[in-house]
């Protein structure tokens, strides 16, 4: 029998079939994990993972981009992300596993094009932890000096770059996050529901106060960088809509997953939306553009100015040191879901595959993510990490969205859950929504994400290719 050509390994595609025996039953023998999560807790996960990583502290970098036209920007970001949730609810109902949008490429595009989107997944939720961990650690200096008056030394709160040594707070959140994955899948989802539930009356409250000083004069000019600035905000906001992507992280720990995930990730999808643009209309109505530049924790500072009172900014400021904890923990279990589903295919060391007996849970794989995520926190500024979140995001979305149509040709029937209305327009729009976001963002981000791909090409000639599970035939 001859070998199999290079071209034909590249492009194996793993069968649905085969991936949804792979999940078992909960047995930790196999190397499974457990269906624990509903819907409501599903949709909190993508909730939790959304809500907080970019209104809290995104602003302070959007608004100088696109001034107060940033509520337009948030609106192209969610019509993307809209389009997207729609093809990520049809794969998540067909192919209901771990490895969100890697394990959709793995069966509709072959292993090479799966190993990219694995790799964008990791540097996405790796980054997006980092991102909102070094946010949590304004907020939590903010909270310390309302109520005590303290401030962490600048050389313990902020990274190399940004003023400081390092970034201690950060690595603290990394570190409690990860205690909290390792106890079980199910428990950290009851407490993220809990933090979920506070954010949104935080946010709310925000709105309420803030919508009580609102100044029309605050809106003009409405676009002083015109449509390169809204676009360029669009494509750095982009990245707080993980949060559709962590919840079919999650495929394999659902009940009933092919009708759970799609009702999970439209229903985050509406909640998330309809916050964002509340709490951005009420602060660039309430506040200067001009003022948000370099701003930390700003939505508490606008309060404080708004009522020149402190305890609003307090409550503001301790919801989000609460919400933004819940960010991290959902976005560090995305990643390591993620690695799960790469390391049971061979693609990665099967470090990242062992379930442990008691808990159910990776738990090597979550220490080895809490470290790298860590240092990025601890030691990388937060604009860096903000723009490269986006790229791993929209890359793995557009993925997503030629997988929908692809997998209608190859296997028009395989059992949906949930079919995307106006097939196959919508999906199109989603890769050209996608594509013009991705082209939007800077330089750096394209060279930074280039060297990323440059060391998984590596790894994937040198280890992945021969390890890969596919390689021996079944």
């Known amino acids: 029998m001859s070998a199999p050509s290079v071209r034909s390994q590249l492009f194996r595609r793993k069968p649905v079939a085969l991936m949804v025996e792979e999940t078992g039953a909960g047995d930790p023998e196999g190397g499974a994990l457990a269906r624990r999560i509903g819907v409501g807790q599903l949709m ?74 694995g790799w964008c997944l990791v540097l996405e939720y790796a980054v997006s932890s980092a991102a909102v961990s070094v946010g949590w650690s304004e907020y939590l200096n903010e909270l310390l000096d309302d109520l005590l008056g303290v401030r962490i030394p600048d050389a313990l709160a902020f990274a190399p770059g940004a003023g400081g040594a390092v970034n201690l707070p950060a690595i603290v959140l990394v570190t409690l996050c990860a205690l909290l994955l390792v106890r079980g899948a199910s428990e950290s989802a009851r407490a993220n529901a809990v933090m979920v539930v506070l954010k949104v009356c935080v946010l709310l409250f925000f709105a309420a106060v803030a919508f009580t000083a609102f100044d029309a004069g605050n809106l003009a000019p409405f676009a002083p960088l015109g449509v390169a600035g809204i676009s360029a905000a669009a494509s750095s906001i982009f990245f707080s809509f993980i949060g559709l992507d962590a919840v079919s992280t999650a ?90 589903a790469m390391s049971r295919d061979g693609m990665i060391p099967s470090l990242f595959s062992r379930v442990d007996r008691r808990t159910l849970t990776p738990v090597r794989g979550t220490v080895a993510v809490a470290l790298f995520v860590g240092l990025l926190a601890g030691f990388v500024p937060l604009d860096f990490l903000v723009d490269l979140t986006s790229m791993g995001t929209l890359v793995a979305f557009t993925v997503v969205s030629i997988g929908v149509v692809v997998l209608r040709r190859t296997q028009p029937d395989l059992p949906r859950g949930f079919r995307v209305p106006g097939f196959p327009v919508v999906p199109l729009l989603s890769v050209l929504f996608c594509l013009y976001l991705i082209w939007g963002l800077p330089g750096v981000t394209w060279a930074l994400f280039a060297g990323w791909l440059a060391i998984a090409a590596v790894v994937y000639v040198t280890y992945a290719r021969t390890h890969s599970a596919l390689r021996t035939p079944r």
């Open 44 to 117: 909190g996960l993508g909730i939790g993972a959304t809500i907080g990583t970019g209104i809290f502290f995104v602003m302070s970098t959007a608004v100088p981009e696109a001034g107060p036209a940033v509520v337009v920007s948030f609106v192209l970001a969610a019509i993307t992300a809209g389009f997207t949730a729609l093809c990520y609810a049809e794969l998540a109902s067909t192919i209901p596993v771990a490895g969100s949008s890697y394990s959709y490429a793995y069966a509709t595009l072959g292993e090479v094009v799966a190993y990219v989107v």
């Open 251 to 340: 495929g394999e720990e659902v009940r009933d997953p092919r009708r759970t995930l799609p009702r999970a990730i439209v229903g985050a999808l509406v909640v998330v939306t309809a916050v964002y643009l509340l709490v951005a209309v009420a602060a660039v109505g309430a506040q200067a553009a001009g003022a948000f530049e370099g701003q930390e924790a700003g939505l508490a500072v606008i309060l404080e100015d708004v009522t020149g009172s402190r305890w609003p900014a307090v409550v503001l400021a301790a919801g989000a040191v609460v919400s933004i904890f819940s960010v991290t923990l959902v976005t560090m279990y995305g990643q390591t879901r993620i690695l799960f």
